[in-house]
């Protein structure tokens, strides 16, 4: 029993720090929004202070970039979002948005399809809710043209300061899908602060024209990176790109790593009782 506390003692800071540094999964959601062009084409930069993840009925919780169907994202999905670190206070109302990006290379200088447009909206224990506040437009679930190729779909929360004020043309709720400057809405609107964001991809047939090329994201060497959220890296584990392919598991790499160094702790420890 002497040796399992003792155990438990060394083992509790190390677990502690694992729960609550999410440096590196900062860092892989930002290389994601760089290899995947939703910087600079919708956002001129991304230093999010948190994470967000989406959670679809018969799914479950998604990656950054991962590909799905219209089928799949038809329902309103639960919202999280998770503090890099313990100094992030998720406190006061935000505003939530989802807008198309459409495909790698798409003309949006027209402007981007509002998908979801809420305002107002709290946190509470992590799920972002919606229940009080102002629906400008109601979730309505991607819907890409077929043959454009696969669609980026971006949901951002903005933290809304004291000073917010919805636009003109915005202040009526139940707007329909819409295309959007979302950039002047972020502006005229006075939301500064992007606290988190995150995207999907989604296709309806095959891309009847080329798609831009885009980089991987391998997030076992985003901790080497002296680049923070740099979008350049080598090697061959696990890797994702805005074009269709398998979504890394932010953070991955320092999980197992985490999780091969406290079996071998535990191991060691054991050996040493059983001596």
Not at 43 to 70: C, E, H, I, R, Y
Not at 136 to 161: D, F, K, N
Request: proline content about 6%; charged content about 5%.
């Amino acid at each position: 029993m002497i040796y399992i506390s003792v155990l438990a003692l060394a083992l509790a800071p190390f677990v502690a720090a694992q729960s609550t540094d999410h440096a590196l999964d900062i860092k892989a959601i930002e290389a994601h929004f760089t290899q995947s062009h939703v910087v600079p084409d919708l956002l001129s930069s991304f230093n999010p202070s948190a994470l967000l993840s989406l959670n679809f009925a018969g799914v479950g919780d998604v990656t950054p970039g991962q590909p799905l169907t219209k089928e799949q994202v038809g329902t309103t999905p639960v919202v999280t979002v998770t503090p890099a670190n313990s100094s992030v206070q998720l406190s006061g109302t935000y505003t939530l948005a989802m807008v198309d990006v459409d495909a790698v290379g798409a003309d949006i200088s027209k402007g981007v399809n509002r998908h979801w447009l809420v305002n107002g909206v709290t946190v509470s224990s992590s799920t972002v809710s919606n229940s009080s506040a102002t629906a400008i437009t109601p979730y309505a679930g991607p819907w890409p043209a077929a043959g454009s190729g696969p669609h980026r779909y971006v949901v951002l929360l903005y933290e809304q300061p004291s000073t917010f004020s919805a636009p003109e043309g915005f202040t009526q709720t139940g707007l329909p899908v819409a295309p959007m400057d979302f950039a002047a809405y972020v502006q005229s609107s006075g939301l500064t602060s992007l606290v988190a964001a995150t995207y999907i991809t989604v296709e309806e047939g095959t891309a009847t024209a080329s798609i831009s090329a885009t980089s991987a994201v391998v997030t076992s060497t985003l901790g080497q990176s002296s680049s923070h959220g740099s979008s350049t890296a080598s090697g061959t584990s696990s890797s994702a790109s805005a074009t269709g392919s398998t979504p890394a598991n932010n953070g991955s790499s320092r999980t197992l790593s985490s999780v091969a160094a406290m079996s071998l702790l535990g191991a060691a420890i054991i050996t040493f009782i059983a001596a």
